[in-house]
């Protein structure tokens, strides 16, 4: 059976001393991933709630195991690897349901009852004053270059038009800043 690959790491942050291991390099499995990398740092600050870190090195996110990282940059596993750890961001809770998941790339807020974005996710979203998302424009399929309120909704119903990556325009109707549906 063939020995598995160690590599020398030593960890460090930026994290106020409660989060700081020793400087001496410790071996790992080159196996680790992002997941078992926060195990051993875990471990080492012996939490009594654990934390989920990430991890970078030379500022690249670590988001392969620790072999296909020192493969990729053609680094040996015999040098030692300064690997740096920050607390991982949390996946959104519930009251980040119907935020955007890629960048936002067009916006408008002109319309005194809410604020409207497109976003390269393919999907456009009319928010209300406070920032809650009142409704979603599906049928892009692909990120919208730009999205404007129209002026003059029939009925108080709120008008939107948006265009795409995917060439087309679409005029939406909002009504009660709920629900949207594509204006054909």
């Not at 080159?30 to 090195?57: C, K, M, W």
């Not at 300064?82 to 949390?90: L, Q």
């Amino acid at each position: 059976m063939a020995e598995e690959v160690q590599v020398l790491c030593r960890f460090v942050t930026r994290l106020p001393d409660q989060y700081r291991v020793t400087a001496t390099p410790f071996a790992v499995p080159a196996r680790l991933t992002r997941y078992g990398l926060s195990e051993v740092i875990n471990h080492l600050l012996d939490l009594e709630e654990p934390q989920p870190f990430d991890f970078l090195v030379e500022r690249q996110l670590v988001r392969s195991s620790l072999e296909k990282l020192l493969a990729a940059k053609g680094l040996s596993a015999e040098s030692t690897l300064t690997v740096e750890y920050i607390p991982a961001v949390s996946p959104p809770g519930p009251e980040a349901q119907g935020e955007h998941t890629d960048w936002v790339s067009a916006l408008d807020g002109s319309d005194s009852r809410c604020v409207v974005t497109g976003s390269q996710d393919g999907v456009g979203r009319v928010w209300s004053s406070k920032g809650k998302c009142r409704g979603q424009l599906v049928g892009h399929t692909s990120g919208i270059s730009a999205i404007a309120v129209v002026p003059g909704g029939e009925g108080g119903a709120l008008r939107v038009i948006s265009g795409g990556k995917d060439c087309v325009g679409r005029l939406w109707k909002v009504e009660g800043l709920e629900g949207a549906k594509d204006v054909k």
